[in-house]
């Protein structure tokens, strides 16, 4: 499967790596105009976000339409740069997300698992050929 990676911090190269491991194809996207988003958008058949949280809007704008139809998995965490939450009660950030995305199927994934014990790529590396094409699956539907 193609997927695009948009971030290419911490976690986007450890789910890029985990992801090559187990045969997908990755490309990434981010603010190196050698890499831009909008074309590894395009190309990926699925779209992973791995921006820090106060990015999402302007990667999302950034993406637009080259989602549509394609499924996205936000990785983020609502959290400013003091490593407050930054997200309000009364909705989430994936919704919030999807409304910027609206023809776009938001998944939230991920971002529960933690980079400093390696387990982001580690679930990858174990999981990603169940549990990634049913997930898309599933929300492709
Ligand atoms: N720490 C964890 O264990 C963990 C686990 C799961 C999820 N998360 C979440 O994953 C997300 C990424 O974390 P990280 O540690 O990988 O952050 P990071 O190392 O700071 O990397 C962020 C990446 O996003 C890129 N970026 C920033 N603004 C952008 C924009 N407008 N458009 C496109 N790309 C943009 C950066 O671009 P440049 O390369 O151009 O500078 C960089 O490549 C965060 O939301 C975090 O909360 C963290």
């Known amino acids: 499967m193609k997927i695009a990676i948009i971030g290419k911090g911490n976690v986007g190269k450890a789910l890029g790596h985990g992801l090559r491991r187990t045969g997908h194809e990755v490309r990434y996207g981010h603010r190196d105009p050698k890499e831009p988003v909008r074309e590894a958008a395009e190309w990926g058949d699925v779209i992973i976000l791995a921006v820090p949280y106060r990015a999402t809007k302007d990667a999302a ?57 390696r387990a982001l790529e580690e679930w990858v590396k174990s999981n990603s050929q169940r549990s990634l094409p049913a997930t898309i699956r599933y929300r492709s539907k």
């Open 61 to 117: 704008e950034e993406i637009g339409s080259a989602a549509d139809g394609k499924v996205l998995i936000d990785v983020t965490n609502a959290l400013d740069q003091n490593g407050k939450f930054a997200a309000g009660f009364t909705t989430s950030a994936a919704e919030e997300l999807q409304k910027l995305l609206p023809k776009t199927r938001v998944v939230k994934a991920f971002n529960t698992c933690s980079l400093e014990t």
